[in-house]
């Protein structure tokens, strides 16, 4: 039986793949789990199949030999540390990972099975152990404009992302709370007073944001009631490092040799919990109908749910509350542009915590272990 290590379970996306593979029954499938902890190594692990084990040290590199897959979603920096140090140690075994680190060297594949499920058969019989899967926005339009991509119909895409707060991790959603929990106990005697001076309100609130004692350690920024318009690092082009895995990533799960297509726009942290939305502007090579453009997103893959381009539908469906712990990849607004025939428009959500981090490292290590 195959020695599967887990690396960052109980972090954001750790738990949700937890979540899932419970869901699955994936657990029961004949492999041993093993599980580790970069802080918490001694005390008890999760509970599997009615068996709980003392965790691991995951920075313990003779333990880690001794696998022969380790599913990581600890992050960049503990990759960097130990991944060089592991396969330095001789081990040739697999290595999931949820982190960037990796992403876009030649001896990794960005896994993202409904969109490059031959690419990831052809690695596993060419020898390839890295498999990490893609950054979440981009994974998420993937998924929601697999159709128009596989017809190569697309001459580039803007899109304008509006990403949750749990997409910088566990820490990061607790701080949005806590700034919304702040501001409402600070406030809370003028909101519930109907006849206060609604710009008084306003006044205070803004003021309080900016008060030492408000919760802003992870995000450096207020995101409830603002926003933050940088994601990740700064890059020579003046790109964030988000905007960056957009064109390079993208490409290079389409199978794309460089960027063959141009895929640009603004990301953007917004105060939602779960779910990173995006509005797409769509180039394509050729004017085609509106009905065959939303049929080719539809019928794509199974996850694709089409919200008519019409007031109510759009409001109740396609928005992070409606979507958020679902594998639903929402796709609306679809229309033709002002900007001339060949352009469309579009609006997608999707649980950047499932199909975008989560779901691809599961599916992953289920092709592995009936592959090899
Ligand atoms: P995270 O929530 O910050 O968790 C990472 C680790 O932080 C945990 O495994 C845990 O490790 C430690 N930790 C410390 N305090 C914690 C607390 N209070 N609750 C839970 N864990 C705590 O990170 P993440 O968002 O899951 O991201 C992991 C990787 O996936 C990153 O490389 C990220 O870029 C990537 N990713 C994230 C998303 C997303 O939506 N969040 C999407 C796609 C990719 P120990 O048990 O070892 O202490």
Redesign the pocket.
């Known amino acids: 039986m195959k020695k599967v290590g887990f690396i960052?379970?109980?972090?954001?996306?750790?738990s949700v793949l937890m979540q899932r593979m419970h869901e699955e029954k994936d657990f029961e499938k004949s492999f041993t789990p093993y599980f580790y902890?970069?802080?918490?190594a001694g005390l008890q692990g999760p509970e599997i199949n009615g068996q709980q084990s003392p965790l691991e040290n995951?920075f313990d590199i003779e333990s880690l030999k001794a696998l022969d897959v380790i599913l990581t979603?600890?992050?960049?920096d503990y990759t960097n540390e130990v991944y060089p140090k592991l396969r330095e140690s001789g081990w040739n075994g697999y290595w999931i990972d949820?982190?960037?680190s990796l992403r876009m060297n030649d001896d990794s594949l960005i896994v993202l099975d409904p969109i490059n499920k031959k690419s990831i058969d052809q690695a596993l019989n060419q020898g390839i152990k890295n498999y990490v899967?893609g950054?979440?926005t981009v994974s998420l339009m993937l998924m929601a404009l697999g159709g128009l991509f596989e017809q190569d119909l697309v001459e580039w895409v803007s899109s304008m992302t509006y990403q949750a707060a749990?997409?910088?991790?566990?820490?990061n959603m607790r701080e949005m709370l806590e700034q919304m929990l702040y501001l409402s106990e600070q406030s809370k005697t003028i909101i519930r007073d109907a006849s206060s001076n609604i710009l008084e309100l306003d006044q205070l609130v803004t003021e309080l944001t900016k008060t030492k004692e408000f919760p802003k350690k992870h995000f450096g920024a207020a995101l409830t009631t603002s926003l933050i318009p940088w994601i990740d690092k700064e890059m020579p082009n003046g790109q964030s490092k988000e905007e960056w895995k957009g064109a390079q990533e993208g490409n290079k799960i389409l199978g794309h040799q460089g960027i063959k297509i141009p895929i640009d726009g603004t990301c953007v942290r917004i105060a939602s919990l779960r779910c990173h939305s995006q509005a797409f502007t769509i180039k394509l090579k050729k004017d085609i109908d509106i009905s065959e453009v939303e049929d080719l997103i539809q019928n794509h893959n199974p996850w694709v749910k089409l919200v008519e381009n019409q007031k109510q539908q759009t409001i109740d469906e396609l928005c992070p509350t409606a979507v958020s712990g679902t594998l639903d990849i929402a796709v609306g607004r679809v229309r033709k542009m002002n900007l001339g025939k060949d352009f469309i428009n579009a609006f997608s959500v999707g649980d950047?915590?499932l199909w975008?981090?989560a779901e691809p490292l599961r599916r992953m290590l289920n092709i592995l272990l009936a592959q090899t």
Not at 73 to 76: K, T
Not at 166 to 171: C, D, L, V
Request: glycine content about 28%; aromatic content about 4%; charged content about 5%.
């Open positions: 960052g379970w109980r972090g954001m996306v750790g902890s970069t802080s918490q995951a979603c600890q992050g960049g949820a982190a960037s899967g950054n979440c749990s997409g910088a991790g566990a820490q950047q915590l975008g981090a």
